[in-house]
């Protein structure tokens, strides 16, 4: 009997950068093992050009993404609920497993300084794989 997948929605304001950039890398490293999610409190038209640039570079493709609204039933769908800048606007629901990733915003920041917010985000997702026992 196989266990069900485990349910990540990563979430930040915009839904245009780090939130779409883990998503991607979780994506790229466990493949179907885990069900992935994101959203934004208030998001963009589209995706930040910088982080789908920064992506590229490591062959990760997000450019055909675009920015949700986050739900109350995606936050309820979800085993693990990332959330990286949204504050109190992002929804709280007892019995889920909450993290809270600071990392600074790419908006308005140059390829260079998007890289290390994009290598952080991968560090931080591999060991969130650790913790839910997928391999990556």
């Not at 929804?91 to 600074?104: A, C, N, Q, S, T």
Request: charged letters at 25%.
């Amino acid at each position: 009997m196989s266990t069900p997948r485990p349910t990540v929605l990563f979430v930040c304001v915009h839904n245009a950068g780090r939130s779409q950039m883990a998503a991607g890398f979780l994506r790229e490293i466990a493949g179907d093992a885990v069900e992935v999610f994101s959203g934004g409190t208030a998001p963009k038209e589209s995706l930040n050009p910088i982080a789908v640039e920064a992506m590229a570079e490591l062959g990760i493709d997000i450019s055909e993404n675009t920015p949700e609204k986050l739900t109350d039933d995606s936050v309820k769908q979800s085993d693990v609920v990332i959330t990286m800048g949204c504050g109190d606007e992002c929804p709280f629901y007892p019995g889920k497993r909450y993290e809270d990733w600071k990392l600074d915003d790419p908006a308005g920041q140059s390829l260079e300084k998007v890289r290390v917010i994009r290598d952080d985000i991968r560090t931080r997702v591999r060991q969130l794989l650790g913790s839910l026992n997928v391999k990556g």
